[in-house]
């Protein structure tokens, strides 16, 4: 009997040997944040790259210099990208392009398990110059641990399948044969930020809501199966088959 791939990562049709049911299951962990990434950027633009470099740092050094006022010790402002592009006026068709003057672009990257503070942050970096939020995400400090408890889940929740279709067609489950797993998959909340003038009154905080977390493991589980005494009065069966639909597939002799 061939089956279909059970996760997108494996390409190859697989066989499934006779005498044993497979099962593939996935499962869901939903976790809250701990811990939020912030972009933040700086765009300068001047005549020349020196000016324009110049004008980049000053303004960055201000931006990074309320960041550390603003957030606890442990936090981390690490430098992402930085770039340096000549900006090209274009005269009539048929042309080459002039050189108008050179733009700089500096990022730096927040990490901080503040995450009710992460609106202040955010209005803070943009008071001292920020022009750019490029990116905000909230994270997980450990990822592995809300990962293990979805691969066990979707392994117990495999092997409960394979069990309830054993017993539905009266035979009995052996050895495992095979145990494949995807890698776990976290669907992290993206925040967005809407970028507003700046003026002179004080404004509330930028709202943000972290939301939740999702991981996502599937596994795909292979069982030998044994038949019970025909006195049971259990019909012959051969291979078993089942989805995360919780429907059975019974060829029919």
């Known amino acids: 009997m061939l089956a279909a ?12 040997p006779s005498h044993a049911i497979r099962v593939t299951n996935q499962a869901t962990v ?8 912030i ?32 957030l606890p010790a442990e936090a981390s402002i690490d430098t992402l990208r930085y770039t340096l592009t000549p900006q ?28 009710t503070e992460v609106g202040t ?14 990116r905000l995400q909230f994270t997980l400090k450990d990822e ?24 539905a067609v009266g035979v009995e489950l052996g050895d495992v044969l095979s145990l494949t ?9 993206l925040g967005t930020v809407a970028m507003r003038a700046q003026t002179g009154t004080f404004a509330p905080p930028t ?11 599937t596994v795909t589980l292979t069982v030998a199966i044994r038949e019970l005494a025909r006195a049971s009065g259990a019909p012959p069966s051969s291979q078993l088959s089942s989805g995360t639909n919780e429907r059975e597939n019974i060829p029919v002799p």
């Open 181 to 189: 797993a995807s890698e776990p998959a976290p669907i992290q909340p």
């Open 88 to 115: 090209y006026q274009h005269p009539q068709e048929g042309k080459v392009p002039i050189v108008s003057g050179y733009s700089v672009t500096n990022t730096v990257r927040v990490r901080t398990d503040q995450l």
């Open 207 to 217: 709202p943000i809501e972290p939301g939740l977390i999702e991981v996502y493991a």
């Open 30 to 37: 939903t976790s809250r944040p701990d811990q939020a990434q």
């Open 5 to 16: 791939p059970a996760t997108a990562q494996e390409k190859s049709i697989e066989y499934i």
């Open 144 to 167: 592995h641990a809300v990962q293990a408890q979805a691969l066990r889940m979707a392994a117990q929740h495999a092997r409960a399948q394979a069990e309830t279709l054993a017993a």
């Open 39 to 70: 972009d933040f950027g700086v765009v300068t633009q001047a005549a020349t790259a020196q000016a324009a470099a110049d004008q980049n740092a000053q303004q960055l050094d201000a931006v990074v210099t309320a960041l550390r006022q603003a």
């Open 121 to 134: 942050i955010i209005d803070v970096a943009l008071r001292a110059g920020a022009n750019q939020v490029t």
